[in-house]
């Protein structure tokens, strides 16, 4: 490659004249990375000592023999709703509704979070450093521990599945939002600007339509997601499915565990398909 450039007078490019064994930075660049994974490796002291294979398999052998008695309620005092499959579309909706609801609040502070927008003065300029920070604050903060803190707002169950989620992709939805409009072509924007419309009318008329097929793709992406989310929430408290899970597998019935497991892998796989044939229409 090197001779390729120097038989035609061209200047190398630095990249392809330093040789990855005399290369200091490269070289530093792996020796930490070695350096660290070691350390890492060491402080874990990961222990395989005391693996049981047998049991392993055993358990395994348990969890594709499926109880299906999980599918139909069990007494007088429970309905559908209480059964597996019942909590399995709940856990669909809860993962639904939160979306609905981040996108709602995140799709008007997507505007005031893009820079383009809200340029033009200290004042706006003020809002979107203020609007940004919110989004990268509320992103930052792992949704489970979210779920957590809304569970001793409101309790235990779906309520607490419902906010949490909604609250971590309002900052996730507002990210991706803002900087779909930050990325719009301005030409159509300056061109009604310049028939005295005001910046409301601008949006309307000239970034709307440019930034639509966008907002649906990350809506339906982070819907996907979501879904895939809902059935962990149950663990710490959010309800839906993945509470009778916790359940089942902390009193060791595994076959309706591998039943669970089995309907939240059907199910994702589902929106996953569903997701992606969304996003390959608007691409």
């Known amino acids: 490659m090197a001779s390729y450039f120097t038989s035609r007078n061209l200047p190398v490019p630095p990249e392809l004249s330093r040789s990855p064994l005399t290369d200091w930075r490269r070289l530093s660049v792996a020796a930490a990375t070695i350096g660290v994974l070691a350390v890492g490796v060491r402080v874990l002291d990961i222990d395989t000592s005391r693996a049981n294979p047998e049991y392993a398999f055993a358990r395994i052998a348990d969890l594709v023999r499926f109880d299906f008695t999980i599918m139909t309620p069990q007494n ?149 997601a979501n879904v895939r989310l809902a059935p962990i929430l149950g663990f710490v408290g959010g309800g839906g499915i993945g509470q009778l899970l916790f359940q089942t597998i902390q009193q060791f019935q595994y076959p309706k565990a591998g039943l669970i497991i089995f309907m939240i892998v059907v199910t994702v796989a589902a929106m996953d398909f569903f997701s992606s044939q969304v996003r390959n229409r608007l691409s």
């Open 76 to 224: 007088q005092f429970e309905t559908f709703w209480d059964t597996a499959g019942g909590l399995m579309l709940t856990t669909i909706l809860l993962g639904v509704v939160a979306s609905a609801i981040a996108t709602v609040v995140a799709l008007p502070l997507a505007f005031l979070g893009a820079r383009n927008i809200m340029g033009g003065n200290p004042v706006t300029a003020a809002i979107y450093a203020l609007v940004r920070v919110l989004f990268t604050i509320v992103r930052s903060i792992d949704v489970l521990i979210v779920v957590i803190i809304f569970a001793i707002i409101f309790g235990l169950g779906s309520a607490a599945g419902v906010f949490g989620l909604a609250f971590h992709n309002i900052g996730v939805l507002g990210k991706l939002y803002s900087e779909a409009v930050e990325g719009i072509d301005p030409g159509p924007g300056e061109a009604v600007t310049a028939t005295g419309a005001t910046r409301i009318q601008v949006i309307l008329a000239a970034v709307v339509p440019q930034i639509a097929n966008p907002f649906i793709s990350f809506t339906v992406y982070r819907l996907d």
